[in-house]
């Protein structure tokens, strides 16, 4: 392999560590051996300079700002990702005497619920299994509750490709989201959520870093006594995620992430309107296929970040992933629980790999129909 064939990126569709900007990869890489004014990396800088204060001040109030978030919502950078926040969230607000409400919508709600069971009772609010988990609660469903710890949803399941296409409304109890795969992809109504995390490494940043945006009263309800020190959600507070080390590097290109958002994307409107445009091209492909190609997920909970979709058969399914890989499209390969083929197409997931999948496509068909 050559120097230039090594270097050569592809279209890259994977469901996380996924694509990120290539200005803000440019912009890393530029300052990678010293960051303008610290005279060093940002690798070797200390988390209490004054240069590291202004990148993790940055990125909280790009957030902020992107999200319109009111004061009353701290922003924390948190490590161990998605996965411990799921006993994180219990083992802080789950009441031993009430219940906690989850909707069991895919493969990450199921490990949320596991992990939540061991802290407390759990009430599965709305089941999607028996259908395949090709969908997602209707509104209504909220409106059976009246009291409890807090409601949990996903609000997009990586592996079947289902998302909520609106924002729950769970009255006067706390609504926890767990937003890792479509975190800042769209706007959201804000004053019905308590808490929403997410993994940075699918649609915000690289691995390491976990974002908890936590409303103040939510936190003031705090009911965990004797927690571990990093498991307890005063204490990041406080410490404001410096409590210890934090995930500086992650936390570094999360700043750029989401200032390339709001300068050069827009905004939360804009980028709304980027992912849809990009998801219908990849799904009307799948629809005018005459059943070619058959998509997971029912239209009105199609994910807008991971379309995943199957073949007549599973030997075309292989033989589409190989020819894709040779045509430079990377990362398609379905979850091991679920097979078929995936395309995550994440924020910054360029809108011409969408056309060009699309067109491989659809020569694949005419060559295998």
């Known amino acids: 392999m050559t120097t230039a064939q090594a270097q050569k990126r592809v279209y890259n569709f994977s469901a996380g560590p996924a694509v990120l900007p290539v200005p803000v990869l440019q912009e890393v890489k530029d300052e990678m051996m010293c960051l303008p004014g610290a005279g060093a990396s940002v690798l070797e800088i200390s ?43 219990p083992m802080n607000f789950h009441h031993s005497e009430g219940q906690a409400h989850y909707v069991r919508c895919g493969a990450w709600a199921v490990k949320a619920i596991k992990e939540a069971k061991k802290v407390g009772p759990v009430d599965i609010l709305w089941d999607g299994e028996a259908g ?23 609000s997009n399941e990586t592996i079947e490709g289902v998302e909520f296409p609106y924002d729950p409304s769970t009255g ?44 103040d009263d939510f936190l003031q309800k705090q009911v965990g006594k004797n927690l571990p020190t990093m498991l307890d959600y005063k204490i990041m507070v406080k410490g404001e995620s410096m409590h210890n080390t934090p995930p500086a590097f992650s936390i570094y290109v999360i700043e750029k992430v989401t200032r390339w958002l709001k300068e050069e994307i827009g905004g939360l409107d804009a980028i709304y309107e980027r992912n849809r445009k990009k998801a219908q091209v990849l799904y009307d492909a799948i629809d005018s296929s005459d059943g070619y190609y058959r998509g997971h997920a029912k239209l009105e909970y199609r994910s807008l970040m991971n379309v995943t979709f199957r073949l007549p058969s599973e030997e075309l399914e292989k033989k589409f992933l190989k020819e894709a890989t040779e045509n430079d499209f990377s990362g398609l390969k379905g979850h091991r629980s679920v097979g078929g083929l995936r395309a995550s197409i994440y924020n910054a997931f360029p809108p011409e790999g969408v056309d060009a999948l699309v067109e491989f496509m659809k020569e694949f068909q005419k060559n295998n129909g």
Do not use: W
């Open 47 to 89: 988390h209490r300079s004054k240069d590291y204060e202004a990148i993790i001040e940055g990125a909280r109030q790009n957030i902020r700002d992107l999200l319109d978030l009111p004061e009353d919502y701290h922003v924390l950078f948190l490590q161990g990702g998605a996965t411990t926040q799921f006993s994180m969230v």
């Open 132 to 154: 395949g988990f090709k969908e997602m609660p209707t509104a209504d469903v909220f409106n059976k509750v009246s009291s409890g710890s807090y409601v949990h949803i996903t």
């Open 172 to 215: 006067s109890v706390p609504l926890v989201c767990d937003a890792s795969s479509d975190f800042l992809h769209r706007k959201l109504d804000i004053k019905n959520y308590s808490l929403i995390y997410a993994g940075a490494q699918k649609n915000v940043g690289p691995a390491g870093a976990t974002i908890v945006i936590l409303h």
